[in-house]
């Protein structure tokens, strides 16, 4: 069963989508409406689409465009998953640049500087950040349009066996991230050679062991950052950093900007780049008024389907 409950109407609508399917469930063919990026917070699927399969995993994310088919699975994992998925007008899509090939829709895998924007985007909207979740998606879908940019489409080929070993470990090292982990302890756990792992899972999700580690640990990094009062230096060792400077320069390569102005912008935005993204948004919402003036006043909703 899928809930999804709209948190934004608009030109940026944000959804938030919760699938209990499991393995016993019977896959089936969907078509997507308009333009997405959504961001895995939790769990992992099959996704299909355009004769490419991926594996998303926490930290992943998944892009859609209008008129693609695709189909998600849930072979490998039993507790459902959660992704917040923001869904950009055309209007939007010209605004944040990027063709139509670009956009095409396909999974991506989990990317330090979508990874912290993803977690700043679920701080606003669980209420724990002043950020506009408007604001947030429009800088999210910019930042995946820069780090697609030039990047070859991943094409992984694996079997079954193999993909649900490399979602069993993915899954591991995201609920033990803040330990001291090796490859040998993670092989282990898979019943894999550490060899044959590292081949294994880099295959399947597109990302290293190590890099989905490191990720996985900034990710926290950033929720801590955005939600709670703790000091840099005590988010660092929290999320398994022992050394500060290494943190530091790890987060301010992913997010663009220090710890420090990340929490800020968390809290209060930037203000210079916020204004910015204020006055484009008031143009094109503006301008989609005209247009749909249903949009005028939004108001959250839910909707089951099974």
Known sequence: MITATELLAG??????????????EKPFTEVHQGYSVSYVRKGSFG???RGETYELVTGSVLVGRPGDEFVCTHDHHVCGDECLSFHLSPRFVELVGGDRDRWRAQGLPPLSELMVLGELAQAA?????????DEVGLWFASRFLDVVTGREPASPKASVRDRRRAVEAALWIAEHSRET???????????????????????????????????????HAARLLAESEQAVTDVALEVGYGDLSNFVRSFHRAAGMSPGAFRQTARNGRRKDR???????????????????SSRKPSPCTTTSD
């Open 125 to 133: 909207a669980s209420g724990h950040s002043d950020a506009g979740l």
């Open 181 to 219: 982990i090796d490859l040998d302890r993670v092989a282990g756990e898979v019943a894999l050679s550490p060899f044959h792992f590292l081949r294994v899972f880099s295959r399947v999700l597109g990302v290293t062991p190590h890099q989905y580690l490191v990720r996985s640990r900034l990710r």
């Open 275 to 293: 204004k910015i993204l204020q006055d484009r948004l008031v143009g094109l919402i503006d301008d989609d008024r005209l247009i749909h003036p």
């Open 11 to 24: 030109p940026v609508r944000v959804m938030d989508f919760r699938c209990s399917a499991g393995p016993a």
């Open 47 to 49: 996704y299909r689409t």
